[in-house]
């Protein structure tokens, strides 16, 4: 009986571990398969990751809100596998390579008029684009702002891309240490009397744009005059800007080289990150900011020791820059829309704000309160005009009884104006190009003037050493062979 019974116990052991083994290796497998999976890559610190100054997780991150807004919508189980860059070259690298497969990248401006000339051309197939379906993206449709939305269409990128985080180029300065009037142009950069006190990027695109506009001064001072006069419309303003940003002829380069090469002699340096922190210490009166870090920098002043810095759009014109969203060739374009269309309902892009410190491309009720929660002053000086961002988002209140969107201050030039430029502001705003078959002339003459100029007389200088040097050796050879013979 009790063999029976071992027999019988063995037999339901075994059984049972069968059992086990096969739902071990049917159903997990099974449930990994349906875990859909998003491949984003992303600018650093591009996204609120629900992390503390410090680092901390303390919340979801934006991805992990997607992830359950979308199990809820759908009962499908999603993840996010994001990954990040450092330049948009890294990022076209990683393409080309061929080895990657993500649904999303958010690129620069010029690279995204890049990675849409590919596939409108089909000349370069690693870096061609999905087009999008904006019918599926209602927080999108609902909530950009119509400027955005306007620079878009006219540029024909609404199929193949999505604004996400935008702003301008100017100067942020120390007002204390630099002339209002002084810095309101770009000759600020060649002007002596700050010599070693700015820096500019070391970005062969921007500084090129700011070396064409320093060369084209005249003629867009000219303009923006007449402009104000009303002869010209804000539109025929932006193009002569934009026309004179981007000119990359043969000799436009080579003005700008000049211009540059003169300017590298009485700026500070060069930088890319370092700039916003250098000014805060003192260490710069000024310098070349894309907008976002210009915030940064201003509200690390104020709570670092109370210091106001400001920023100027100079009054020749500039550039408006904005990263957005393209789906590269093979994406899950069903997952990747989604996504990006979570990232357009305003609240999300609140978070996003808050996190990064830059301008979302999206407007609506959230992010008109948080403007008017930083900004607002109920005494304020300035009626500042944002009906140009943030028309037809807003709900019915937000109005003024002329229809306009205000914003009370007494400041302009810093936080408010920095991140939302007035319409006359971006109107004399050109957009950064995608420079095609001139970009190789463009970098070769950024590496002449990033590399030491040597004179004419240093070359006399190393040439006399080089043969007062090889006139020692040969006399020292000749003495030597002189001594040896006498021995012999």
């Known amino acids: 009986m009790k063999k029976i019974s071992t027999i019988i116990l063995s037999v339901i052991l075994c059984l049972s571990y069968v059992l086990c083994l096969f739902w071990c290796f049917s159903e997990t497998p099974e449930s990994k398969e349906d875990e859909l999976v998003l491949k984003v890559c992303n600018w650093q610190d591009y996204i609120d990751e629900g992390k503390d100054d410090d680092g901390t997780k303390i919340k979801d991150s934006v991805m992990e809100m997607w992830e359950k807004d979308y199990y809820n919508r759908t009962g499908k189980k999603v993840r996010v596998q994001y990954d990040t860059f450092e330049t948009n070259e890294t990022m076209l690298n990683t393409l080309r390579t061929g080895r990657s497969d993500y649904d999303l990248v958010c690129p620069s401006d010029y690279v995204i008029q890049k990675m849409i000339n590919a596939t409108i051309n089909g000349d370069d197939e690693s870096i061609a684009v999905e087009k999008y379906d904006i019918s599926k993206m209602p927080n999108y449709t609902k909530n950009v702002s119509p400027y955005i939305a306007d620079l878009f269409e006219k540029n024909d990128w609404t199929e193949y891309a999505v604004p996400y985080m935008w702003g301008t180029v100017g100067f942020l300065y120390n007002p204390e240490a630099v002339s209002e009037e002084d810095i309101s142009t770009w000759d600020f950069f060649w002007n002596t009397d700050y010599k070693n006190k700015m820096t500019c990027k070391d970005v062969s695109r921007d500084a090129y744009v700011v070396g064409s506009l320093y060369v084209h001064r005249e003629e867009l001072k000219e303009v923006n005059l007449k ?237 006399a050493l080089i043969l007062v040097a090889g006139y020692m050796l040969i006399s020292s050879i000749r003495r030597k062979l002189k001594k040896k013979k006498m021995r012999r």
């Open 227 to 463: 402009y104000k006069n009303g002869e010209i419309t804000a539109e025929e303003l932006q193009k002569i800007v934009n026309d004179a940003a981007n000119d990359t002829c043969g000799e436009n380069i080579a003005k700008v080289e000049k211009a540059l090469t003169d300017m590298k002699e009485n700026i500070y340096g060069f930088e890319v990150d370092s700039g916003k922190t250098d000014i805060v210490s003192g260490k710069i009166a000024a310098n070349l900011a894309w907008s976002g870090d210009a915030v940064y920098a201003m509200d690390l002043a104020e709570e670092e020791d109370g210091k106001e810095l400001a920023f100027v759009i100079p009054e020749e014109g500039s550039t408006v820059w904005f990263d957005g969203w393209v789906m590269p060739k093979g994406a899950n374009c069903e997952l990747a829309q989604d996504f990006v269309d979570f990232l357009c309902k305003p609240e999300i892009a609140v978070l996003n704000m808050d996190y990064i410190g830059y301008t979302s491309a999206v407007a609506g009720d959230d992010i008109f309160d948080l403007v008017c929660e930083n900004y607002e002053e109920e005494e304020g000086e300035y009626e500042y005009d944002l009906t140009y961002f943030f028309a037809g988002t807003l709900s019915p209140d937000k109005y003024t009884e002329d229809g306009r969107v205000i914003v009370r201050t007494n400041t302009l030039g810093r936080q408010l104006t920095t991140q939302y430029p007035s319409l006359d502001e971006v109107a004399r705003c050109g957009i950064m190009e995608d420079f095609g078959d001139r970009n190789e002339a463009v970098l070769e003459m950024w590496t002449k003037v990033k590399s030491n100029n040597v004179t004419v007389l240093s070359y006399i200088m190393m040439t």
